[in-house]
């Protein structure tokens, strides 16, 4: 109730929002956003979704033998995770990393704005010894400079707000913004081009013509991380790393959902505060920018899975563990085209 007061109250006096407000003061409002209340854990079985680490330890160790088979054997590399949710992913890549023994790891540095996730990350990962260091920047790397790394991006950019934009009849674009109407939030488009729409240069960068969208979702701040990641790559010495997400290669156009106990919701206006916010990952966008660094790769989940030899990984286990159905359908799961397999992607990048 208090972030819906807020943004009741703010547009009352300010007029509507931009979606990126409303997402940003829904997934950040402090201590009542989604991302930063404590009442309840929002991954996993009891929670609003399950990623891919939760479903199967086996999607951690593919990306890790990935990662094993790019690096500089017999090297130190510190690891970089952005938005590492319950750490279950870095737990499994480290743990992976250190049966096989290739190289060694050095520090870890964990991009984590939620006080609640920091204290699961800190049960899950200070038994493994590891210099650990939480950050809100990736500026905050400087340390780490002239170092070898390893970078994860596992279902973080999703999270990262959006603006919306629709085209006119007049082939120019206004922003759609966020009312408080007849006690109700609503849409609405902007009777004229937003500051927003100047400042992005949203009809230069979508011109005019048959193959482009009318309306089409964006995200500066995405655009930001990418670059500080390619900026971290720029260095003497060896970096590789991923970004897993849902999302297209290129923008979407109405991908705004509201996510609550594994469903998706009818609409995103529905449980403010308590229900997850995302929207899908241009990764062209992403690797319009990280390729100024590095050599890049994008691939499906299944592609990048399946081509890495998951399911040989996967016949090991169910021929050495009791929980044989239980490894079988995480496979299946993760790998199946009308589940994980075909919407989820990976864009991997190495530096040149």
């Not at 469903?263 to 449980?271: A, N």
Request: proline share 3%; with cysteine.
């Amino acid at each position: 109730m208090i972030i819906e007061s807020f943004l009741r109250h703010k547009i009352q006096f300010s007029g509507p929002v931009s979606v990126s407000d409303f997402m940003r003061a829904i997934l950040s409002f402090p201590k009542e956003g989604y991302y930063t209340r404590k009442e309840k854990d929002i991954i996993g079985a009891k929670g609003d979704f399950t990623t891919s680490p939760e479903i199967s330890q086996l999607f951690g160790e593919v990306i890790a033998c990935w990662f094993l088979s790019k690096v500089h054997e017999k090297q130190t590399y510190n690891i970089i995770e952005l938005g590492p949710g319950r750490a279950t992913l870095l737990r499994d890549v480290i743990r992976t990393i250190e049966t096989l023994k290739k190289i060694d790891i050095g520090s870890i540095t964990l991009l984590e704005s939620s006080e609640h996730f920091k204290n699961i990350q800190k049960q899950t990962l200070t038994p493994l010894g590891y210099d650990i260091k939480w950050i809100h920047d990736l500026s905050e790397c400087q340390e780490i400079h002239d170092s070898n790394k390893i970078i994860i991006c596992h279902e973080f950019f999703d999270s990262l707000p959006i603006h919306v934009f629709e085209r006119d009849s007049r082939d120019t674009f206004g922003e759609i913004l966020v009312d408080f109407v007849r006690n109700n939030f609503t849409f609405v488009k902007s009777a004229r081009p937003t500051i927003n729409c100047r400042l992005l240069k949203i009809d230069e960068m979508f011109p005019c013509s048959r193959y482009m969208p009318n309306s089409v979702e964006v995200s500066p701040l995405s655009w930001k991380f990418a670059r500080d990641l390619a900026k971290i790559g720029r260095d003497t010495c060896h970096t590789i790393g991923i970004i897993a997400d849902y999302g297209l290669y290129g923008p979407s156009t109405s991908s705004l959902r509201a996510i609550k106990d594994h469903g998706i919701l009818s609409s995103p206006f529905k449980y403010i505060g308590k229900a997850d916010l995302s929207a899908n990952v241009d990764f062209m966008a992403l690797d319009f920018y990280l390729r100024s660094t590095y050599k890049t790769f994008f691939q499906t989940q299944r592609e990048f899975l399946l081509s890495n030899h998951i399911a040989a990984r996967a016949s090991v286990l169910l021929k050495n563990y009791s929980n044989q159905a239980e490894n079988a359908i995480g496979l299946h799961r993760l790998t199946d085209e009308n589940r994980m397999g075909n919407v989820y992607k990976f864009l991997c990048f190495e530096k040149k």
